[in-house]
């Protein structure tokens, strides 16, 4: 028997799904933020495999940190991902208690099972069954679960980032989205809100005049002229984004205007119309030459309609990228892949914020793994009936064995 298939023998698929239901019947929530029941149950299950372990963090922001400290210390693996859920909202539309860890048909049921608390199980079981087997690392196995990454992880993430804390780690294991794909490149995402002003007025202010300036006519006007990209948006289509690979349309930006404010009260025209759009754009464009072409679009429209008062104002503005990997790591994970029988693909993310914004900052000059840990199922965290599917919560766990086997080295001297 290998020393893999070794470790594999102590990984019990119920003392795993145990681990994630007792995981999720612990309430994280951000907001409100309040870590005070999940930072205790984690210790407890990190000190049960065997880390040594550590919270660090302002007061009240706590990032949970465990070490399976190796024969040698070096190298310095770390498994990170976040502690926090978004809240569960309305509990009358869940089938099961969000915060009941419910197993039905292979799945397990709640908030936070599988964003982000199916990798936290599946780095801790995995740390558990190799310590349970005997096996002396040389290199350090870390496991970080850090705070607020739902909220945008400053004092999770950023913190430890901040303070130094990566600096002498060497491999850096995400817990990423879809089971054995990598990430290649990722979509901007470019928020602006578009407004129309006028003079408003009660609608039969307008009866002696002819022809009243309806400030949502005039946005109408706008939307109409930016609703096909390809006529204002200057890029280049981009192959790498198709529906194969995770997108919604093929090498396009997408730009959809989903918020709209204008009158309060059926009998006032308004005075100002205002639309939050959201597009998300190729990494081979900018949003400032986004912004340049939509300012464009309103100053073409102005000159032939010299009524049109239009702006647009920038909500959030992060550029797409190609991601990096060092060839050692993707020749790794084609290995685990491969090793579960599974094939490793590549893939294409539609936003850089929350965990790809993290490794982003995490990458500069550091080896990183992604180990897909979560349902295929993307949409499911955040979601009503949020669930993990078992089958890939394990074969998670055995990859993140693995991954400790081969980058931590297994000690054979003693
Ligand atoms: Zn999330």
Redesign the pocket.
Known sequence: MSIHEKVFTYLKEDAVVSCLQTLVRTPSENPPADYSKIVPVLKRKMEEAGLKVEVIGKPGKPNVIGTLKGTVGKPKVVYYT?LD??PAGDRSKWTFDPFGGVVKDGKVFGRGSC??KAPATAFMMAAKAIHDAGIKLKGDMIIALMCD??TGWKDGLWYLVDEGYFDDKDVLVGAGTTAFAYSVASRGVFWVELATHGPGSHTMAYSSRNKPINTLYKMVDVLEAIRNVDDWMTYEPHPLFTPEKGNTYTGKPIMEPNVIEASSKINIIPEICKVQIDMRILPTQTCETVLKDLKNVIEKLKEKDPELNADVKVIQAVNGRFHQHDPRDIELMRKVAKTLNKELKEEVHGATL??SAGQERLEKGKRRINLGTMTTEILS??SVDEHQLISNLILATKASVLFALELCEIDKSG
Do not use: I, K, M
């Open positions: 976040h859920t978004v964003d982000a990454e739902e929350g965990t965290g955040h």
